[in-house]
């Protein structure tokens, strides 16, 4: 297809209708009783009339082959040049199976899984015809009570970048017309996690040094890796919606970032504009976008309804128009659709591929390596033996899955009580109630009082986190914590297994449990993996990657915060004057990097050196594992900049490796520092490596001790950095 002489022959109405988003309804034949109120209503508000219905480019919201063949074969009927729809939804952590959230996932710290998670869930939505997931979604996030925190990978930004190209790598493979493929949408442009107060959609602002340095590399990671799309965000940053910033969208993004996928706003974010007062009207929302540089309207009827005017009145320019239709049909035609618009839908492998045994497999060990032991006082594992009482309404609960569950359906998730049964283990059962109403706690004293251990089930339903899930009090509901007091006057150990979608306050739980095992929302396979972990089938490895707080008062919180001029260990200083809180601790109720093992790891031996005269370092540690069981440890690397020319971080994460180490033998485990790792943005824009001191840390958690100290010589810029990675990677292909 030669796109250019397809955009000669285009209308101008047919190229403002590919810059338009619209639900499956206005399509679906099948569903025509109830289209009507829809699409009689759109119509009305989007301008979208029978006429130029099949001018439109792309569809949010598919979900089945069947659906997607009726719509694309409807379409085609009616489309006057034969250019294919685009079908886009959320495919954020699976499609129909479903696997643990995103911020679950990244406590792997497992980059394969995590390309393997992306891989699965591309090949079931491929089947269900989706052409692009919007994912990954890779805002940094440092404060719970965001309800997107689930959606998020945490809060460090290079793990998060990292992550993020494991998701694209996975979505898109490195042949995007593979019928198994999807283009990634990265999500949201920019800084969307930052919301002050956690309240969703609510203002970022920050200096330009911070967003830069924190909060824009893992987007441009993603679409290093290949992304093909960016949506925009709903918040402004610095006084301007992201969806109207020509600073993010053309400054950065284009111009520096070179990108030239597709960009996407939020659902009707355009429309927003209005709101966040920076337009009167929809038409000057839509020019705003437009001009800001956002390519496709998502459902706010801006550019289908006032382009066409705009352009005619000179008031939009037509190339404007021209480049970006120009970008959405090089992705149709990468995707493959002109040569096969049915490109992937496949009904039958649906049937088959959807919830396969392999794809429930991944997402049964996902979800083993997603849990994170908080706490364990020689309790854990549990012996099949031990006469178990069963309580808590996550007993039963099939709401698992947590928000953007795609298509998955609560009613084939695992709950722990059915894998219980699956593995015949036998216990007594205190009828539960649904997740956020009262329990009867009576009737579970007296189940525990037959017991020898408590098996406690409590969490979050899944509402109370996810997009517009924000919350002020992040502990468990009310009526959980006096059940867990209740229960722990009994005596009798007691172990947690929590059901969440961000970091919660836990010091009510943590005292009154012998253990807690954080499970997050696991996906399809939770209670067989929870089960496994419970009982010593698996050993937990996960560790967090975001902070939890000892209270929602401490946030927002990051590991990898600055020094203060009054640090509370400063000597000397009147205790008074120094940088804390009166009533609560300054750091984590469990770091970041955090999480325990039924081993025990220990660190020795850290060693470092230079390499010649490159400025690249050699690490290495020894780890032990003390126990007496074969386990994987995260080991962690992070570096400190203690004098530089801004304050840096106290440490940062800039290594990891998930090394086995069998029971008493011991595991050297190596680590490599260049120059790259030691520069950060400096306060005139440029990045550099200051020559000087820096400390090296190694451990199992971010607030690990072991460290070293080693010397940058000479001063070195990000450009020069590259410019000798260049030489030298030319230098050997030769
Ligand atoms: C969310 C996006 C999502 C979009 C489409 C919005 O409300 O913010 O993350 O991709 O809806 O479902």
């Given at each position: 297809?030669?796109?250019?002489?397809?955009?000669?022959q285009?209308?101008?109405?047919?190229?403002?209708?590919?810059?338009?988003q619209?639900?499956?309804s206005?399509?679906?034949?099948?569903?025509?009783?109830?289209?009507?109120?829809?699409?009689?209503q759109?119509?009305?508000?989007s301008?979208?009339?029978?006429?130029n219905?099949?001018?439109?480019?792309?569809?949010i919201?598919?979900?089945?082959?069947?659906?997607?063949?009726?719509i694309?074969?409807?379409?085609?009927k009616?489309?006057?040049?034969?250019?294919p729809?685009l079908?886009?939804?959320?495919?954020?952590?699976g499609?129909?199976?479903?696997y643990?959230v995103?911020?679950?996932l990244?406590s792997?710290?497992?980059?394969?899984?995590?390309?393997?998670m992306?891989?699965?869930?591309?090949?079931?939505?491929?089947?269900?015809?989706?052409?692009?997931?919007?994912?990954?979604?890779?805002?940094?996030?440092?404060?719970?009570?965001?309800?997107?925190?689930?959606?998020?990978?945490?809060?460090?930004?290079?793990l998060?970048?990292?992550?993020?190209?494991?998701?694209v790598?996975?979505?898109?493979?490195?042949?995007?017309?593979r019928?198994?493929?999807?283009?990634?949408?990265?999500?949201?442009?920019?800084?969307?996690?930052?919301?002050?107060?956690?309240?969703?959609?609510?203002?970022?602002?920050?200096?330009?040094?911070?967003?830069?340095?924190?909060?824009?590399?893992?987007?441009?990671?993603?679409?290093?890796?290949?992304?093909?799309?960016?949506?925009?965000?709903?918040?402004?940053?610095?006084?301007?919606?992201?969806?109207?910033?020509?600073?993010?969208?053309?400054?950065?993004l284009?111009?520096?970032?070179?990108?030239?996928?597709?960009?996407?706003?939020?659902?009707?974010?355009?429309?927003?504009?209005?709101?966040?007062?920076?337009?009167?009207?929809l038409?000057?929302?839509?020019?705003?976008?437009?001009?800001a540089?956002?390519?496709?309207?998502?459902?706010?009827?801006?550019?289908?309804?006032?382009?066409?005017?705009?352009?005619?009145?000179?008031?939009?320019?037509?190339?404007?128009?021209?480049?970006?239709v120009?970008?959405?049909?090089?992705?149709?035609?990468?995707?493959?659709?002109?040569?096969?618009?049915?490109?992937?839908?496949?009904?039958e492998?649906?049937?088959?591929?959807?919830?396969?045994?392999e794809?429930?497999?991944?997402?049964?060990?996902?979800?083993?390596?997603?849990?994170?032991?908080?706490?364990?006082?020689?309790?854990?594992?549990?012996?099949?033996?031990?006469?178990?009482?069963?309580?808590?309404?996550?007993?039963?609960?099939?709401?698992?899955?947590?928000?953007?569950?795609?298509s998955?359906?609560?009613?084939?998730?695992?709950?722990v009580?059915?894998?219980?049964?699956?593995?015949n283990?036998?216990?007594?059962?205190?009828?539960?109630?649904?997740?956020?109403?009262?329990?009867?706690?009576d009737?579970?004293m007296?189940?525990?009082?037959?017991?020898?251990?408590?098996?406690?089930?409590?969490?979050?339903?899944?509402?109370?986190?996810?997009?517009?899930?924000?919350?002020?009090?992040?502990?468990?509901?009310?009526?959980?914590?006096?059940?867990?007091?209740?229960?722990?006057?009994l005596?009798?150990?007691?172990v947690?297994?929590?059901?969440?979608?961000?970091?919660?306050?836990?010091?009510?739980?943590?005292?009154?449990?012998?253990?807690?095992?954080?499970?997050?929302?696991p996906?399809?396979?939770?209670?067989?993996?929870?089960?496994?972990?419970?009982f010593?089938?698996?050993?937990?490895?996960?560790k967090?990657t975001?902070?939890?707080?000892?209270?929602?008062?401490?946030?927002?919180?990051?590991?990898?915060?600055?020094?203060?001029?009054?640090?509370?260990?400063?000597e000397?200083?009147?205790p008074?004057?120094?940088?804390k809180?009166?009533?609560?601790?300054?750091?984590?109720?469990?770091?970041?990097?955090?999480?325990?093992?039924?081993?025990?790891?220990s660190?020795?031996?850290?060693?470092?050196?230079?390499?010649?005269?490159?400025?690249?370092?050699?690490?290495?540690?020894?780890?032990?594992?003390?126990?007496?069981?074969?386990?994987?440890e995260?080991?962690?690397?992070?570096?400190?900049?203690?004098?530089?020319?801004?304050s840096?971080?106290?440490?940062?994460?800039?290594?990891?490796?998930?090394?086995?180490v069998?029971a008493?033998?011991?595991?050297?485990?190596?680590?490599?520092?260049?120059?790259?790792?030691?520069?950060?943005?400096h306060?005139?824009?440029?990045?550099?490596?200051?020559?000087?001191?820096f400390?090296?840390y190694a451990?199992s958690?971010?607030?690990?001790?072991?460290?070293?100290?080693?010397?940058?010589?000479?001063?070195?810029?990000?450009?020069?950095?590259d410019?000798?990675?260049?030489?030298r990677?030319?230098?050997?292909?030769?």
């Amino acid at each position: 297809m030669n796109i250019e002489s397809l955009l000669e022959q285009m209308t101008l109405q047919e190229k403002i209708g590919q810059l338009v988003q619209i639900l499956p309804s206005v399509y679906d034949p099948q569903t025509s009783d109830t289209v009507t109120g829809p699409v009689a209503q759109l119509m009305e508000e989007s301008g979208l009339t029978e006429e130029n219905r099949f001018e439109l480019g792309s569809v949010i919201g598919i979900n089945q082959a069947e659906q997607a063949l009726r719509i694309q074969q409807n379409y085609l009927k009616h489309n006057r040049l034969g250019i294919p729809l685009l079908f886009m939804a959320d495919i954020v952590h699976g499609h129909r199976t479903i696997y643990p959230v995103p911020l679950a996932l990244a406590s792997m710290w497992d980059i394969s899984e995590m390309e393997l998670m992306a891989r699965q869930s591309a090949i079931e939505a491929a089947a269900s015809g989706l052409h692009v997931t919007f994912s990954p979604m890779v805002d940094l996030v440092r404060d719970a009570r965001w309800g997107r925190v689930m959606e998020s990978t945490g809060e460090d930004v290079w793990l998060n970048g990292e992550y993020a190209k494991a998701f694209v790598r996975g979505y898109q493979t490195d042949d995007l017309t593979r019928s198994d493929s999807l283009a990634a949408c990265v999500k949201h442009f920019a800084a969307y996690g930052a919301a002050e107060g956690g309240r969703d959609y609510n203002t970022v602002d920050m200096s330009d040094r911070e967003l830069r340095e924190f909060y824009l590399p893992a987007y441009l990671k993603a679409i290093e890796a290949g992304a093909r799309l960016i949506m925009t965000s709903f918040n402004v940053v610095d006084g301007v919606p992201a969806t109207a910033s020509t600073y993010l969208l053309r400054q950065i993004l284009r111009n520096e970032w070179q990108f030239d996928g597709v960009t996407i706003s939020d659902w009707s974010s355009i429309k927003e504009l209005i709101q966040h007062g920076v337009a009167g009207s929809l038409a000057e929302a839509g020019e705003k976008g437009i001009k800001a540089g956002v390519d496709i309207d998502m459902m706010s009827g801006a550019y289908l309804n006032h382009l066409e005017q705009q352009i005619e009145e000179h008031v939009v320019s037509i190339d404007l128009v021209d480049e970006a239709v120009r970008r959405i049909l090089i992705l149709k035609q990468d995707l493959g659709l002109f040569e096969n618009p049915y490109r992937g839908i496949d009904p039958e492998l649906e049937k088959r591929i959807h919830l396969s045994k392999e794809h429930r497999d991944t997402a049964r060990r996902l979800a083993e390596k997603s849990c994170v032991l908080l706490k364990n006082d020689h309790i854990l594992p549990l012996a099949e033996s031990q006469r178990i009482a069963l309580i808590g309404p996550f007993a039963t609960s099939t709401d698992v899955l947590g928000p953007w569950a795609g298509s998955g359906k609560q009613e084939e998730a695992i709950t722990v009580r059915d894998a219980l049964d699956e593995a015949n283990i036998k216990y007594v059962f205190a009828e539960g109630s649904t997740v956020d109403a009262e329990i009867d706690w009576d009737q579970a004293m007296e189940v525990a009082k037959q017991a020898e251990v408590i098996l406690l089930a409590l969490g979050e339903a899944s509402w109370m986190s996810g997009e517009a899930g924000s919350r002020t009090d992040i502990r468990l509901p009310k009526t959980q914590r006096e059940g867990l007091a209740r229960l722990a006057t009994l005596g009798k150990p007691i172990v947690t297994v929590l059901f969440n979608g961000r970091p919660l306050d836990l010091r009510e739980v943590v005292e009154h449990s012998d253990a807690v095992l954080e499970a997050w929302y696991p996906g399809t396979e939770a209670g067989r993996a929870i089960h496994r972990l419970l009982f010593g089938h698996a050993i937990p490895s996960g560790k967090l990657t975001i902070s939890f707080p000892y209270h929602v008062g401490q946030l927002p919180m990051r590991y990898d915060a600055l020094p203060t001029g009054r640090p509370m260990t400063i000597e000397g200083a009147d205790p008074r004057y120094t940088s804390k809180y009166l009533d609560a601790p300054n750091e984590a109720l469990f770091p970041f990097g955090y999480g325990l093992s039924y081993t025990h790891f220990s660190y020795s031996q850290l060693t470092l050196c230079e390499q010649s005269k490159e400025s690249i370092w050699e690490a290495s540690v020894l780890v032990t594992n003390e126990g007496t069981l074969d386990a994987e440890e995260i080991v962690q690397w992070y570096v400190q900049d203690p004098v530089a020319d801004v304050s840096r971080p106290l440490r940062q994460l800039k290594g990891y490796e998930r090394v086995f180490v069998k029971a008493g033998s011991n595991r050297e485990v190596t680590f490599r520092i260049d120059a790259s790792m030691l520069m950060y943005q400096h306060p005139d824009g440029s990045v550099k490596a200051d020559a000087g001191e820096f400390i090296l840390y190694a451990g199992s958690d971010s607030t690990c001790t072991l460290h070293e100290t080693f010397w940058l010589k000479q001063t070195i810029e990000k450009e020069q950095f590259d410019e000798h990675i260049n030489d030298r990677s030319t230098s050997t292909t030769r």
